[in-house]
């Protein structure tokens, strides 16, 4: 029949000719690397970003925490590690307004705890409160001033007069109790008898020995003052005045 050997493989009656193939060349395709490779450049990549954007905060607590109290004795005490306010700590305005706990980040903050009657230890540390803010300059747009109010009385008229003029006291009321959770005195210390030194991020981190006392001991002011300059130029590449 025509054409009946088309598709019968050609056979050479050569036994040394080469053999041709009989089925068609097949291509083992072998799987870059590439791809794989490119992943890992990305995620290397993106944690390089997120290594850069937490590097100031980082070294500026490293600096101040590990560096500088290693080669300074510091006036302060500081808190290691710092302690978060906590979420659920109950605040309430003289006006009788909810504040939430993290409306107090944002600003380095100086805090005194007194109760309504505010005795003369209260008012010595309202008074360095505002005489320390007011030495730093331009920088005192950085730090707030807070007073926690541990009971329902009322602060006398003068007191809230005093701390209203310029830049005001912020007086929020809490319970002593659950206050005593987050801010601690030193020991065989008072609650009261501290200023406490709270960070952008609402920590803790430093408190002021007790009673220091401005009007007698220029010194211990100017030593306090030192203590919060070091915290604000330690802070001051991730750290804006305002909320």
Not at 213 to 219: A, D, G, Q, T, V
Request: glycine share 4%.
């Amino acid at each position: 029949m025509s054409g009946s050997n088309s598709f019968v493989p050609n056979v050479s009656n050569n036994p040394d000719a080469p053999e041709e193939p009989t089925s068609p060349v097949s291509m083992t395709v072998h799987s870059l690397p590439l791809p794989d490779a490119r992943r890992t450049f990305g995620r290397l990549q993106m944690l390089l970003v997120l290594a850069c954007c937490a590097a100031p905060v980082l070294v500026s607590y490293f600096t101040y925490f590990v560096i500088k109290p290693q080669g300074r004795a510091n006036y302060s005490e500081l808190i290691t590690p710092p302690l978060a306010i906590p979420e659920q700590l109950p605040l309430v305005s003289l006006t009788g307004e909810s504040i939430k706990p993290a409306a107090l980040r944002g600003q380095w903050i100086l805090a005194v705890v007194a109760n309504g009657a505010c005795d003369a230890t209260c008012e010595n540390n309202l008074l360095i409160q505002r005489q320390l803010r007011e030495t730093l300059g331009r920088e005192k747009k950085r730090v707030d001033k807070v007073w926690f109010l541990t009971d329902d009385a009322p602060p006398s008229p003068s007191i809230l007069q005093a701390i209203s003029a310029g830049d005001p006291t912020q007086v929020l009321r809490v319970p002593r109790a659950e206050l005593s959770q987050w801010l601690l005195p030193a020991e065989g210390q008072l609650l009261d008898q501290h200023i406490y030194v709270i960070d952008p991020t609402g920590q803790w981190m430093m408190r002021a020995p007790p009673n220091p006392e401005p009007e007698r001991n220029l010194s211990a002011l100017s030593k306090f003052k030192k203590d919060i300059e070091r915290l604000l130029r330690a802070s001051a590449s991730w750290d804006q005045p305002g909320r």
